[in-house]
């Protein structure tokens, strides 16, 4: 029998247990059996399921739907023949210049440039097209950004001469794999003047191969030596109608439900910018999500924007028109508890009268709006006169000046719908003289019977011989303009010959005058002149004259029965002389009382 251990260990007894069993078989012992642990590494069939690419980040819709071709830029049409018979003609610019305001398309018409003039087709045999195919090698790089021959530099943030000179530099060379070099300049106004300087030279005459595009919002900053070496195009604001197709198409791709009056809403507050829209509109959606069903109501779009409800706006018209000043304060309260900023009411009240002025000339309003409303807009069209609505366009705008620089908005938006209140049942002027005529119809006419001594006493006549007027001009001309002054205002002739005066001062002048009528007299004619001061009857002075005949004629007007009826009518009203002179004199006496 052998006794070979291994022998023995295979067949007789098992292994017996290692120094780690056995601790582990104590620890057991005395604190329990461990928590089953999972197993380092998983069974097959229980590894989570790999996703085949990793999930894209989210695009804005501003960026997710940007032009691709020309077909897809919207509201440009002219722009779009004007470069596509370029094309054809081979009439290219060597600079083009967009301009426009915010998010109409001036990058994305210069980056649709640089494809139509790169593009080589599918096959790679095509030309400049304004139909560029996006397949080919140069159309999927431009549009990804990163096209070694198409550079696009903003100009905010690279201003200077050395940024001009590294372009002036870098076109001497061709386009390493594109038919042309492409340069697009962003916000090109921010370039400074010397830049400017550093630039006509090469904009002026670029190599064959090379091509500028500058886009900017303030043309008007841009020097004229730059506009006149650039082809310009103007690209227009889009027009709300469609503006709101646009939106609506955006949503149908992406699965969005949204309300006619809410893109409606929306293409309104763009204010003809699809990049401000499509930023709203996707400010939308996610405000709609909120709600659980996703759909883009108007009253959700209108809480968004702080906008009234429509209904309340017409509520608040029908309480400015009818006078009802308690309830206009309280639709201004409830609105503003919603949210809705004093400025946008008084923005919606311009909004509702410019519409009741459009259907008053019989155009349509705009389509995104209810029954209710059109049917109210065509009432108020036939009730309010043409006059009244420029009168309430007018307190309306004045209004909206003092509550967007007022410390208080809703105060000023309460005080200046009060004024609109309290002046929309007031008469237009047309209306007003027919009143005045009407009382004046009925005033009683007492002009034959009045009395004799009711007329105003004319004016004492001038004295004969000399001409009095004809000599203080000569003391004018002579360079004596004081001393013609005195003689115009306070002289009182008593009487006139060939070198003789007899004179008197009007009460309030100091002193005596005789020395320098003298003294004017004789450097005015020539001729020496005897002058005295003297008493007796004496004509007033030429001011005290047109005084009196102004007194007179103010008099009978204050006669004429039309005025005395609008005097009665209107207590306090004042007559005002439309005389500038008379106008400061009365400003005069009124500061000095």
């Not at 032009?67 to 049409?77: K, N, P, R, V, Y």
């Not at 426009?100 to 790679?124: F, Q, Y």
């Not at 340069?183 to 300087?197: G, Q, S």
């Not at 149908?252 to 409606?264: C, I, P, Q, R």
Request: glycine share 8%; net charge negative; hydrophobic share 45%.
């Amino acid at each position: 029998m052998s006794d070979s251990p291994d022998t023995y260990g295979d067949e007789a007894e098992p292994d017996a247990p290692s120094a780690a069993e056995l601790e582990a078989a104590g620890q057991e012992s005395m604190f329990g059996a461990p928590e089953p642990q999972p197993a380092l590494t998983p069974a097959p069939a229980a590894q989570p399921a790999v996703p085949a690419a990793p999930a894209q980040p989210y695009r804005v819709l501003a960026r997710k739907y940007r032009s691709q071709t020309f077909a897809e830029l919207i509201g440009q049409e002219a722009m779009v023949q004007t470069l596509a018979n370029a094309i054809r003609r081979d009439r290219l610019a060597h600079a083009f210049l967009m301009t426009g305001i915010r998010g109409v398309g001036k990058t994305s018409t210069a980056r649709l440039i640089a494809k139509a003039l790169n593009c080589i087709g599918p096959d790679g045999q095509g030309g400049p097209t304004i139909d560029p195919c996006g397949q080919c090698e140069p159309c999927q790089a431009i549009a990804e950004g990163r096209h070694i021959d198409v550079i696009e530099m903003d100009a905010a943030s690279h201003t200077g001469v050395d940024d001009v000179r590294e372009i002036i530099e870098a076109v001497r060379y061709a386009a390493v794999s594109a038919r042309y070099k492409i340069y697009i300049i962003d916000e090109v106004h921010m370039l400074t003047r010397n830049a400017f300087n550093a630039l006509l030279k090469t904009l002026e005459e670029p190599p064959a191969h090379v091509k500028f595009l500058f886009a900017t919002t303030e043309v008007e900053k841009l020097p004229v030596t730059v506009l006149s070496r650039c082809q310009r195009f103007d690209l227009r604001r889009i027009p709300a109608p469609l503006l709101k197709d646009h939106f609506a198409m955006i949503c149908g791709k992406e699965g969005v439900e949204a309300d006619d009056e809410a893109l409606a809403m929306i293409a309104a507050a763009a204010e003809g910018s699809v990049r401000d829209g499509l930023s709203i509109l996707d400010q939308a959606i996610a405000h709609a999500d909120l709600g659980g069903d996703g759909r883009v109501s108007a009253d959700q779009v209108r809480d968004m924007l702080g906008l009234a409800d429509k209904g309340a706006q017409r509520d608040l018209f029908a309480a400015m028109l009818a006078g009802d000043g308690g309830a206009l304060l309280d639709l201004i309260d409830r609105q503003f508890a919603l949210g809705v900023e004093p400025l946008a009411l008084l923005r919606t009240a311009m909004e509702l009268t410019h519409r009741i002025t459009i259907a008053q000339l019989g155009k349509d309003v705009a389509d995104a709006i209810s029954d209710d409303e059109r049917q109210a807009i065509g009432d108020w069209a036939q009730r309010l006169s043409a006059g009244q609505l420029h009168r309430l366009w007018q307190l309306l705008l004045k209004g909206h000046d003092e509550v967007r620089g007022a410390p208080d908005p809703l105060v000023a938006a309460k005080m200046a719908l009060l004024r609109v209140l309290h002046a929309a049942d007031m008469p237009d002027p047309g209306s007003l003289v027919k009143k005045l005529e009407e009382l004046a119809e009925r005033a009683p006419v007492a002009a034959a019977s009045a009395a004799p001594d009711a007329a105003p006493a004319p004016a004492p006549a001038a004295p004969q011989g000399l001409d009095w007027a004809g000599l203080i001009d000569k003391v004018e001309q002579s360079g004596q303009f004081r001393l013609s002054q005195l003689m115009h205002d306070w002289v009182r002739v008593i009487s006139l010959a060939p070198g003789e005066l007899v004179y008197a001062l009007a009460p309030g002048y100091p002193g005596d005058a005789t020395a320098e009528l003298r003294d004017a007299l004789l450097r005015a004619t020539g001729e020496r002149w005897t002058v005295t001061r003297g008493e007796g009857d004496a004509a007033p002075s030429l001011k005290e004259a047109k005084d009196a005949q102004k007194d007179a004629a103010r008099a009978a007007v204050l006669k004429d029965p039309l005025v005395e009826a609008a005097l009665a009518a209107f207590p306090g009203a004042e007559l005002i002389d439309e005389n500038p002179e008379a106008r400061v004199a009365n400003m005069g006496r009124n500061w000095r009382n």
